[in-house]
């Protein structure tokens, strides 16, 4: 739902952003990736880049709005690109039964 050209946040999409949330935080858990010492990182970001992910993910914290972005991006997995590799990998005469 748009209005003024901003995404209005509902209830549901609040719910959703923040199951996204956990669902990305847990598995960086499980990978890992969240165990052992705190580190620094500094960098200049564009300001209206980090306001609209604040907004898109429901994160108000520079610091954990950065974690959940290092995170989403080290657990990604690569289906659409593996999927796209299989392209013509199954015979044509394979009986699917449709």
Known sequence: ?????KDVVTPGTAVSARLRRRDV?????????LAGENGRIGGRIR???????KERSGISSDTELLEYSLAK?????DFGVNL???KGSVSRDLDLEF
């Open 1 to 5: 739902m748009k209005s003024r050209g």
């Open 47 to 53: 300001q209206r880049l980090v306001q609209a992910a």
């Open 25 to 33: 935080v847990d598995s960086a858990k499980s990978a890992g990736l």
């Open 73 to 77: 991006v080290a657990i990604e997995d």
């Open 84 to 86: 796209l590799k299989l």
